[in-house]
């Protein structure tokens, strides 16, 4: 079973940047697309950006031209690189791997999460 560890989260001031990392270890599965998700407090869970291992990216609306998925090269970390934060960016984050079910990513494998507060 493939495990997802998450690092990098913080207190962080508006306007400041903060990059997340996620280990990849024992994934049984050919890597095939990895994800960002957050949940902030009383929310649901939000699609922050995905990545194929093809290394094309998806960003959505709400962290486009802000957010950057990217991984290294062997495939086994993940990361974000998030700028310009917000109040609102606020949540846990969370690094996912998974697949493409009619185009849209499935997350299968979550890790545990990390905290990102943006206050002054």
């Known amino acids: 079973q493939g495990q997802l560890v998450e690092s990098g989260g913080g207190l962080v001031q508006p306007g400041g940047s903060l990059r997340l990392s996620c280990a990849l270890s024992?994934?049984?599965?050919?890597?095939?697309?990895m994800g960002w998700y957050r949940q902030a407090p009383g929310k649901q869970r939000e699609l922050v950006a995905t990545?194929?291992?093809?290394?094309?990216?998806i960003h959505p609306n709400s962290a486009k031209g802000r957010f950057t998925i990217s991984r290294d090269n062997a495939g086994n970390t993940l990361y974000l690189q998030m700028n310009s934060l917000k109040p609102e960016d606020t949540a846990v984050y969370y690094c996912?791997?998974?697949?493409?079910?009619?185009?849209?990513?499935?997350?299968?494998?979550w890790g545990q999460g990390t905290q990102v507060t943006v206050s002054a």
């Open positions: 990545i194929s291992n093809g290394n094309s990216t």
């Open positions: 024992g994934s049984i599965f050919s890597i095939d697309h």
């Open positions: 996912t791997e998974g697949g493409l079910n009619s185009g849209t990513y499935v997350p299968l494998i």
